[in-house]
C-alpha cells in the first residue's frame, strides 16, 4: 500500500510516518499543496492520499479539486481542524472520501485508511482470496488452506501488491514504486531475493509466482 500524506504539521506527520510505516504501508510525506500536486502530477501508484485543508502554497481543497478535475479516483482523507464544518463540506463535495476532524486517534486512523484502501480496489473485504491463499489486509496475515505463512513486512507488502494484480504482470519497476518510499534504494537484485523468499512460502498446491523475463512477475494459479 502506498500513501501520500500532505500535512505541514511535521510533529503530527510524523507521527503518521510512523504509524502506517508500522502498519506495513509505503508512506510519503510533502508538507505544502503545490508539492502535493506536484506530486500526484508524476506519481499514479499511490493508494490514498492524507490531505490537510489548510496547506501553505494552495490550499487542501484547490489540490483535491484539481486531482479530481484530472479524473482521478484515487481515495482521499481529508484531515480537518474540528470547526471547519464549511470546509469539510466543500471537502466532500469535491470528491473526497472521508475525513477526520484534528485531533483523532491514530487507531482510527489506520482504521479508515484501511476501509478506503479497501474501497478503492473495489472491494469491502478486508481479505483477498487466491485459491488457498488469503490475505487479510487489516490484519497483515497470509494463510494456505487456513494455516498462517511466516512473512517479513517486505514481503507482505509484495504479496499484496501480487494479489491486487492477480493474474496480470507486474514489473520490478511496478513493485519498487509500490512497495517503497522516496530516497529508498531497492535494486531490481533486491526485488529478486524478495521475490525468491516469498517464493519459497507460498507456492505450495496450485500457486506459483511466473516470471517473466525482462518484463516482470505474476501470481497465478496452476489448473489442477
Known sequence: MRILIAEDDQVLADALLRSLRASGAAADQVSSGSEA?????????????????????????????????????????????????????????????????KPFSLQELEARVRALT???????????RHGPLVYDQAGRV????????????????LLEVLLQRAGRL??????????????EEVSNNAIEVYIHRLRKKIEKGPIRIATVRGLGYCLEKIPG
Not at 479497501?118 to 483477498?128: F, V
Not at 519497476?173 to 517503497?180: F, S, Y
Request: proline share 2%.
Open 37 to 101: 500536486d506536484a506530486a500526484l502530477l508524476t506519481n499514479n501508484e499511490f493508494d490514498l492520499l492524507i490531505l490537510d485543508l489548510d496547506l501553505p502554497r494552495l490550499h487542501g481543497l484547490e489540490v483535491l479539486r484539481r486531482l479530481r478535475g484530472r479524473g482521478s479516483s484515487l481515495p482521499v482523507l481529508i484531515l480537518t481542524a474540528a470547526d471547519s464544518v464549511e470546509e469539510r463540506v466543500k471537502g466532500l463535495d469535491l470528491g473526497a472520501d472521508d475525513y477526520m476532524a
Open 142 to 157: 497470509a494463510t494456505i488452506d487456513g494455516r498462517a505463512v511466516e512473512l517479513s513486512a517486505r514481503e507482505l507488502g
Open 118 to 128: 479497501r474501497r478503492g480496489m473495489g472491494g469491502t473485504s478486508s481479505s483477498i
Open 170 to 183: 507486474v514489473s520490478k519497476d511496478q513493485l519498487v514504486e509500490r512497495l517503497c518510499e522516496w530516497g
